[in-house]
Structures are given as structure tokens and as C-alpha cells.
Nanobody, 120 residues
Framework: QLQAFGGGLAQLGGSLRLSCAAS????????MGWFRQAPGKEREFVAS????????FYVDSVKGRFTISRDSNENSVYLQMNSLKSEDTAVYYC???????????????WGQGTLVTVSS
């Protein structure tokens, strides 16, 4: 099970931090990450982190603004979002995969979405 927290309203240029806690069978996942789905658009990959190596990967549109990290027990991941833009408005989903692929082409577990709204 994946539980996501931290969505809400942020101002343009502001920051938000999302959290995702893994439990149960999801703990066996190798890669955890975040996807997002904006209104009227398809769900897209945002960022991932390898739970063992800590290696992170980002979609180009968030590089330099978002940082994904994990905690010491590797059961939680975080997405620090800075310099938020209007196009970051979306429902963000935590995801986990048992496959060792940074772009997470196959997701084994999804968390519930958390809405991020960036307002001017």
C-alpha cells in the first residue's frame, strides 16, 4: 500500500513537499516515484528514486526544481517541489515498481492521488 500526503495550494514560484509511505507488499519495490495527471492530459512520469542506490531520475520539465529523496529506512519517498509553475498543477500519484527502470514503464503499485494546485 502506498499513501501519499502533502498536496495543496501553492503560489506561483512557491514550494510544496509531497510524501509517500510504503507498507505491506510495496516494501519489496525497487523503484519508487511520482507521476502526475493534469486536467485533460494523460498521466506522466515526474521523478523516481532507486530505493537501494538512491539514484534519482527526473523528467526534463522538473529538473532543477524538483528533488526526490528517500528516508533512511527506505520506506518513504519525498518530492520537494520548488519554483512551482502553473503547469505543475495536477494530481500527483505515488508509484512503486519491482523493476529496475528509472522511468518506471511498469508500475506495480499506485497510491491515491494528491492534488497540487499552483495559483498566481
Amino acid at each position: 500500500q502506498l499513501q501519499a500526503f502533502g498536496g495543496g495550494l501553492a503560489q506561483l514560484g512557491g514550494s510544496l513537499r509531497l510524501s509517500c509511505a510504503a507498507s505491506g507488499r510495496t516494501i519489496s519495490s525497487l523503484v519508487m516515484g511520482w507521476f502526475r495527471q493534469a486536467p485533460g492530459k494523460e498521466r506522466e512520469f515526474v521523478a523516481s528514486i532507486n530505493r537501494i542506490s538512491g539514484s534519482a531520475f527526473y523528467v526534463d520539465s522538473v529538473k532543477g526544481r524538483f528533488t526526490i529523496s528517500r528516508d533512511s529506512n527506505e520506506n518513504s519517498v519525498y518530492l520537494q517541489m520548488n519554483s512551482l509553475k502553473s503547469e505543475d498543477t495536477a494530481v500527483y500519484y505515488c508509484a512503486a515498481s519491482r523493476r529496475n527502470s528509472a522511468t518506471m514503464p511498469v508500475v506495480d503499485y499506485w497510491g491515491q492521488g494528491t492534488l497540487v494546485t499552483v495559483s498566481s
